[in-house]
């Protein structure tokens, strides 16, 4: 069983080319799977995997309190497996048929008014080289919308700022182009120009963020400086690094900027996952009118 899923993690790899947090999800995923199906189910043969033992697997999950979006990505994950077996002709059948997925409950994402966002831009203190690091980072991040793991990926060469874009690496490695505005270009040539010298060691490194010692900057870095930043701006919000990304793209659809457009920014293969924000918006207008309409 294994050395089956060896083979399908190869074959994600190379033949589909999914980015690396999608396969070391699928790889976890499976191995639990598996693990549940020799131990559980003593099952040591693919071909004798029957459609009720994967949900009795699933059922345990759901009474480990895992929730409907855990249980969607599972069922996924198994579902790709099993067609692969499949088509390899390793198995005979798909037990996966017909079995389908929870609906989601999809939560809408948490976002920062303008204000709030003025507020964590201003926080960093630019008298040194890491107060212009971490500004250049946060105007960027809200400038583009681009992913944290995406903009600690970013290289020297992916900005071109007499241009004014950026050019990212996204899920899938799939490359996008996404302007920059004049706030946060200006806060990536201080950075450039009197931040970034100051972090190079002897060794020299691509990366256009830089840690303390010299090297590219981690997303766990990153979670630091923000968690540190948003205290200094006095924002009570829990905030996680896509925050920025999500009032992104909310006060762009409030300012009447097109979905197709933030779509294309954002780097979503389907514009339903967009649409969430949209549904942000709703909200948001709803909160206002029912704070100063008179008759709310």
């Known amino acids: 069983m294994e050395d089956r899923l060896r083979d399908f993690i190869h074959f994600l790899i190379v033949e589909k080319g999914l980015a690396k947090n999608t396969i070391v999800s699928y790889e976890r995923d499976l191995h639990g799977y598996l693990h549940y199906l020799k131990s559980i189910e003593l099952l040591n043969d693919l071909n004798e995997v ?9 059922a345990q999950l759901k009474d480990q309190g895992k929730s409907s979006k855990t249980l969607a990505r599972h069922i996924a994950s198994i579902r790709a497996f099993h067609q692969f077996l499949l088509r390899e002709k390793i198995v005979e059948r798909d037990p996966t048929v017909h079995i389908e997925s929870p609906k989601r409950e999809r939560s809408l994402p948490k976002v920062l008014s303008i204000q709030e966002v003025e507020k964590l831009l201003d926080s960093p203190q630019v008298h040194d080289h890491f107060g212009k690091r971490d500004k250049a980072m946060i105007e960027l991040l809200y400038a583009t919308g681009i992913r944290v793991s995406e903009l600690i990926g970013l290289d020297l060469g992916d900005v071109h700022l007499t241009m004014g874009f ?10 996008r182009i996404i302007p920059i505005g004049r706030t946060a270009t200006h806060a990536i040539q201080e950075y450039l120009e ?6 190079l060691k002897k060794q020299k490194d691509d990366a256009l ?6 090297k590219r900057l981690t997303r766990q870095g990153f979670w630091k400086i923000l968690k540190r930043l948003t205290t200094s701006a006095g924002i009570s919000k ?3 690094p896509h925050t920025l990304r999500h009032s992104f793209a909310t006060h762009l659809l409030e300012n009447g900027a097109d979905l197709r457009a933030v779509q294309e920014m954002l780097g979503h293969a389907d514009i339903s996952t967009t649409q969430i924000y949209t549904h942000v918006t709703k909200t948001r207008l709803k909160d206002v ?3 100063f309409h008179p008759r709310a």
């Open 50 to 58: 029957q459609r009720f033992q994967i949900i009795r697997f699933l």
């Open 166 to 175: 950026v050019r990212c690496m996204g899920k899938g490695s799939k490359e």
């Open 194 to 199: 009197n931040g970034r010298p100051l972090f």
């Open 209 to 214: 963020f830089l840690n303390h010692l010299g």
């Open 238 to 240: 829990d905030l996680t």
């Open 289 to 291: 009118y029912s704070q």
